[in-house]
Protein backbone atom coordinates (compact mmCIF):
# COMPACT_ATOMS: atom_id res chain seq x y z
CA UNK A 1 0.00 0.00 0.00
CA UNK A 2 1.39 3.46 -1.17
CA UNK A 3 2.16 5.77 2.12
CA UNK A 4 -0.15 8.95 2.41
CA UNK A 5 1.96 11.93 2.67
CA UNK A 6 2.13 13.26 6.00
CA UNK A 7 -0.12 15.98 5.83
CA UNK A 8 -3.02 14.41 4.00
CA UNK A 9 -2.68 11.92 7.04
CA UNK A 10 -2.88 14.69 9.09
CA UNK A 11 -6.02 16.41 6.97
CA UNK A 12 -7.75 13.21 7.15
CA UNK A 13 -7.61 12.63 11.04
CA UNK A 14 -8.91 15.04 11.83
CA UNK A 15 -11.71 15.16 9.23
CA UNK A 16 -12.77 12.10 10.73
CA UNK A 17 -12.62 13.47 14.05
CA UNK A 18 -15.21 15.85 13.10
CA UNK A 19 -17.09 13.66 11.39
CA UNK A 20 -17.04 11.87 14.76
CA UNK A 21 -18.15 14.69 16.57
CA UNK A 22 -21.25 16.52 14.58
CA UNK A 23 -22.39 13.18 12.48
CA UNK A 24 -21.39 10.35 14.37
CA UNK A 25 -21.61 6.39 12.91
CA UNK A 26 -22.24 8.39 10.22
CA UNK A 27 -19.51 7.94 7.99
CA UNK A 28 -18.68 4.16 7.12
CA UNK A 29 -15.71 4.52 4.40
CA UNK A 30 -13.42 6.85 3.28
CA UNK A 31 -10.99 6.32 -0.13
CA UNK A 32 -8.63 8.12 -1.83
CA UNK A 33 -7.72 8.36 -5.64
CA UNK A 34 -6.13 10.86 -8.04
CA UNK A 35 -3.02 12.12 -7.44
CA UNK A 36 -2.40 10.15 -4.09
CA UNK A 37 -3.48 6.99 -5.44
CA UNK A 38 -0.60 7.04 -8.46
CA UNK A 39 1.82 8.41 -6.22
CA UNK A 40 2.14 11.55 -7.52
CA UNK A 41 1.19 14.01 -4.80
CA UNK A 42 2.75 17.24 -5.34
CA UNK A 43 2.37 19.94 -2.62
CA UNK A 44 0.98 22.67 -3.21
CA UNK A 45 -0.50 21.83 -6.61
CA UNK A 46 -2.09 18.24 -5.84
CA UNK A 47 -5.75 18.02 -4.22
CA UNK A 48 -6.96 15.36 -1.83
CA UNK A 49 -9.64 13.67 -4.05
CA UNK A 50 -11.81 11.30 -1.57
CA UNK A 51 -14.83 9.14 -1.68
CA UNK A 52 -16.95 9.36 1.06
CA UNK A 53 -19.37 6.67 2.03
CA UNK A 54 -22.13 7.34 4.51
CA UNK A 55 -24.76 5.17 5.95
CA UNK A 56 -27.40 7.15 4.10
CA UNK A 57 -28.39 10.47 1.69
CA UNK A 58 -28.05 13.67 4.17
CA UNK A 59 -30.52 15.96 4.34
CA UNK A 60 -30.67 19.54 3.63
CA UNK A 61 -29.85 20.56 7.69
CA UNK A 62 -27.37 18.17 7.61
CA UNK A 63 -25.19 19.91 4.51
CA UNK A 64 -25.18 22.85 6.88
CA UNK A 65 -22.94 20.28 9.43
CA UNK A 66 -20.79 19.31 6.33
CA UNK A 67 -20.10 22.67 5.51
CA UNK A 68 -18.63 23.24 8.86
CA UNK A 69 -16.84 20.52 8.91
CA UNK A 70 -15.16 21.52 5.36
CA UNK A 71 -15.03 25.26 6.49
CA UNK A 72 -12.94 24.35 9.79
CA UNK A 73 -10.80 21.97 8.18
CA UNK A 74 -10.18 24.84 5.48
CA UNK A 75 -9.44 27.39 7.99
CA UNK A 76 -6.79 25.60 9.74
CA UNK A 77 -4.95 24.28 6.22
CA UNK A 78 -5.10 26.21 3.37
CA UNK A 79 -3.30 23.54 1.40
CA UNK A 80 -3.86 19.90 0.16
CA UNK A 81 -7.92 21.08 -0.63
CA UNK A 82 -10.42 18.43 -0.02
CA UNK A 83 -11.70 17.80 -3.19
CA UNK A 84 -14.90 14.73 -3.47
CA UNK A 85 -18.07 13.48 -3.19
CA UNK A 86 -20.88 11.98 -0.44
CA UNK A 87 -22.10 8.74 -1.88
CA UNK A 88 -23.70 5.32 -0.37
CA UNK A 89 -22.62 1.94 -0.66
CA UNK A 90 -25.10 1.27 -3.70
CA UNK A 91 -23.40 4.60 -5.59
CA UNK A 92 -20.30 2.42 -5.64
CA UNK A 93 -18.79 2.16 -9.70
CA UNK A 94 -21.66 3.60 -11.09
CA UNK A 95 -21.02 5.20 -13.89
CA UNK A 96 -24.19 7.28 -15.43
CA UNK A 97 -25.37 8.64 -11.97
CA UNK A 98 -26.60 11.99 -13.51
CA UNK A 99 -30.27 11.25 -12.45
CA UNK A 100 -29.16 11.37 -8.69
CA UNK A 101 -28.35 14.25 -6.87
CA UNK A 102 -25.22 14.18 -4.31
CA UNK A 103 -23.36 16.04 -1.96
CA UNK A 104 -19.52 17.30 -2.99
CA UNK A 105 -17.06 19.15 -1.61
CA UNK A 106 -15.12 20.85 -5.06
CA UNK A 107 -12.88 24.34 -4.75
CA UNK A 108 -13.84 25.10 -1.36
CA UNK A 109 -17.61 24.87 -1.45
CA UNK A 110 -20.12 22.79 -0.74
CA UNK A 111 -22.65 21.73 -3.61
CA UNK A 112 -25.61 19.38 -4.28
CA UNK A 113 -26.37 18.06 -7.73
CA UNK A 114 -25.13 15.74 -10.37
CA UNK A 115 -21.27 14.86 -9.37
CA UNK A 116 -19.01 15.53 -12.86
CA UNK A 117 -16.46 12.82 -11.52
CA UNK A 118 -18.74 9.53 -11.64
CA UNK A 119 -16.79 8.47 -15.05
CA UNK A 120 -14.75 4.67 -15.62
CA UNK A 121 -11.72 6.84 -14.47
CA UNK A 122 -12.70 7.53 -10.99
CA UNK A 123 -14.07 4.02 -10.63
CA UNK A 124 -11.20 2.65 -12.54
CA UNK A 125 -8.57 4.12 -10.48
CA UNK A 126 -10.90 3.08 -7.04
CA UNK A 127 -10.92 -0.13 -8.15
CA UNK A 128 -7.10 -1.03 -9.66
CA UNK A 129 -4.98 1.50 -7.17
CA UNK A 130 -7.75 3.27 -4.38
CA UNK A 131 -6.36 3.78 -0.56
CA UNK A 132 -8.62 2.55 1.46
CA UNK A 133 -8.60 4.94 4.88
CA UNK A 134 -11.85 3.57 5.76
CA UNK A 135 -14.26 0.29 5.40
CA UNK A 136 -13.22 -2.41 2.87
CA UNK A 137 -10.55 -2.47 0.63
CA UNK A 138 -11.42 -0.51 -2.52
CA UNK A 139 -10.35 -3.72 -4.80
CA UNK A 140 -12.69 -6.26 -2.90
CA UNK A 141 -15.66 -4.08 -4.84
CA UNK A 142 -17.04 -5.70 -8.07
CA UNK A 143 -18.17 -2.51 -9.69
CA UNK A 144 -19.64 -2.80 -12.83
CA UNK A 145 -18.39 -0.73 -15.78
CA UNK A 146 -15.99 -2.62 -17.92
CA UNK A 147 -12.28 -2.39 -18.88
CA UNK A 148 -13.03 -0.81 -22.56
CA UNK A 149 -15.73 1.44 -20.79
CA UNK A 150 -12.56 3.40 -19.70
CA UNK A 151 -11.02 3.72 -23.23
CA UNK A 152 -14.12 4.30 -25.11
CA UNK A 153 -14.78 7.22 -22.08
CA UNK A 154 -11.35 8.75 -22.87
CA UNK A 155 -11.45 8.54 -26.89
CA UNK A 156 -14.69 10.91 -26.45
CA UNK A 157 -13.33 12.83 -24.14
CA UNK A 158 -10.64 13.39 -26.26
CA UNK A 159 -12.50 14.36 -29.72
CA UNK A 160 -14.87 16.62 -27.36
CA UNK A 161 -13.59 17.90 -24.38
CA UNK A 162 -10.00 18.57 -25.75
CA UNK A 163 -10.79 19.01 -29.05
CA UNK A 164 -13.01 22.14 -28.15
CA UNK A 165 -10.04 23.57 -25.79
CA UNK A 166 -7.76 23.50 -28.33
CA UNK A 167 -9.87 25.29 -30.64
CA UNK A 168 -10.37 27.53 -27.93
CA UNK A 169 -6.11 27.67 -27.68
CA UNK A 170 -6.04 28.52 -31.61
CA UNK A 171 -9.22 31.24 -31.67
CA UNK A 172 -7.56 32.65 -28.10
CA UNK A 173 -4.29 33.05 -28.90
CA UNK A 174 -3.30 36.61 -29.01
CA UNK A 175 -5.49 36.81 -26.00
CA UNK A 176 -3.06 34.05 -24.12
CA UNK A 177 -0.03 36.22 -25.16
CA UNK A 178 -1.21 38.66 -23.07
CA UNK A 179 -1.53 36.72 -20.01
CA UNK A 180 1.10 36.60 -17.04
CA UNK A 181 3.76 33.72 -17.37
CA UNK A 182 2.43 32.56 -14.54
CA UNK A 183 -0.92 31.70 -16.28
CA UNK A 184 0.56 30.86 -19.51
CA UNK A 185 2.84 27.89 -17.66
CA UNK A 186 -0.60 26.64 -16.25
CA UNK A 187 -2.26 26.81 -19.30
CA UNK A 188 0.49 24.51 -20.78
CA UNK A 189 0.91 22.33 -17.86
CA UNK A 190 -2.52 21.61 -18.20
CA UNK A 191 -3.01 21.23 -21.40
CA UNK A 192 0.33 19.23 -22.83
CA UNK A 193 0.01 16.65 -19.66
CA UNK A 194 -3.40 16.24 -19.96
CA UNK A 195 -3.73 15.29 -23.18
CA UNK A 196 -0.82 13.03 -22.62
CA UNK A 197 -2.93 11.24 -19.75
CA UNK A 198 -5.63 10.69 -22.54
CA UNK A 199 -2.83 9.03 -24.68
CA UNK A 200 -1.72 7.20 -21.86
CA UNK A 201 -4.86 5.51 -21.19
CA UNK A 202 -5.77 4.83 -24.89
CA UNK A 203 -2.26 3.43 -25.36
CA UNK A 204 -2.14 0.91 -22.36
CA UNK A 205 -5.99 0.79 -20.85
CA UNK A 206 -4.59 2.25 -17.31
CA UNK A 207 -4.24 5.20 -15.65
CA UNK A 208 -1.17 7.36 -14.98
CA UNK A 209 -0.66 11.03 -13.45
CA UNK A 210 0.23 14.38 -15.13
CA UNK A 211 4.46 14.08 -14.58
CA UNK A 212 4.33 10.17 -15.43
CA UNK A 213 2.22 10.91 -18.56
CA UNK A 214 5.04 13.86 -19.88
CA UNK A 215 7.67 10.95 -19.49
CA UNK A 216 5.86 8.53 -20.85
CA UNK A 217 5.26 10.87 -23.61
CA UNK A 218 8.89 11.37 -24.12
CA UNK A 219 9.39 8.41 -24.81
CA UNK A 220 6.45 7.61 -27.53
CA UNK A 221 6.44 11.04 -29.17
CA UNK A 222 8.56 11.91 -31.98
CA UNK A 223 11.73 14.14 -30.72
CA UNK A 224 10.36 17.23 -32.16
CA UNK A 225 7.60 17.55 -29.18
CA UNK A 226 10.34 16.78 -26.71
CA UNK A 227 10.79 20.56 -26.08
CA UNK A 228 7.37 21.15 -25.36
CA UNK A 229 6.96 18.14 -23.13
CA UNK A 230 9.54 18.85 -21.12
CA UNK A 231 8.28 22.39 -20.84
CA UNK A 232 5.07 21.38 -19.19
CA UNK A 233 7.01 18.90 -16.90
CA UNK A 234 9.13 21.20 -15.51
CA UNK A 235 6.23 23.51 -14.75
CA UNK A 236 4.44 21.11 -12.85
CA UNK A 237 7.31 19.69 -10.82
CA UNK A 238 9.91 22.98 -10.34
CA UNK A 239 10.21 26.41 -10.42
CA UNK A 240 12.83 26.46 -13.42
CA UNK A 241 12.59 28.99 -16.07
CA UNK A 242 11.11 28.22 -19.27
CA UNK A 243 12.76 26.72 -21.95
CA UNK A 244 11.79 28.62 -24.66
CA UNK A 245 12.77 32.34 -25.85
CA UNK A 246 9.34 33.70 -25.96
CA UNK A 247 5.62 32.79 -24.41
CA UNK A 248 4.73 33.21 -28.55
CA UNK A 249 7.19 30.60 -29.55
CA UNK A 250 5.93 27.67 -26.11
CA UNK A 251 2.40 28.52 -27.11
CA UNK A 252 3.00 27.76 -30.54
CA UNK A 253 4.41 24.84 -29.35
CA UNK A 254 1.55 23.69 -27.29
CA UNK A 255 -0.65 24.12 -30.10
CA UNK A 256 1.05 22.86 -32.26
CA UNK A 257 1.70 19.29 -30.57
CA UNK A 258 -1.83 19.35 -29.21
CA UNK A 259 -3.29 19.21 -32.74
CA UNK A 260 -0.56 16.42 -33.82
CA UNK A 261 -1.62 14.15 -30.79
CA UNK A 262 -5.17 14.61 -31.16
CA UNK A 263 -4.99 13.57 -35.03
CA UNK A 264 -2.56 10.52 -34.11
CA UNK A 265 -4.82 9.31 -31.25
CA UNK A 266 -8.01 9.09 -34.04
CA UNK A 267 -5.58 5.22 -34.67
CA UNK A 268 -7.77 4.05 -31.33
CA UNK A 269 -11.35 5.23 -33.26
CA UNK A 270 -11.67 1.40 -33.14
CA UNK A 271 -12.23 1.24 -29.64
Known amino acids: MLKIPKIVETILNEYEGLFNEYLPNELEGLYLHGSIAL???E???SDIDFISVTSRHFTEDEAGILSKIHRMIAQKYKTPEMDGVYITWGDLGKVNNNHQNHFYYNSGNLSFGPYFNFNPVTWTLFAKKGITVLGPASSDFELEFRSKQLQ??????????????VQWLESSFDELLNMPAHDIREEIEWTVLGLLCQYYTLAEDDIISKTGAGRYGLSHMPKEYHQIINEAVLARTTDKETLY???KERLDSTLTFSKYLIKYCQRFHFI
Open 39 to 41: DAF
Open 152 to 165: SYVFANMNTYWGDR
Open 43 to 45: KGK
Open 245 to 247: SSN
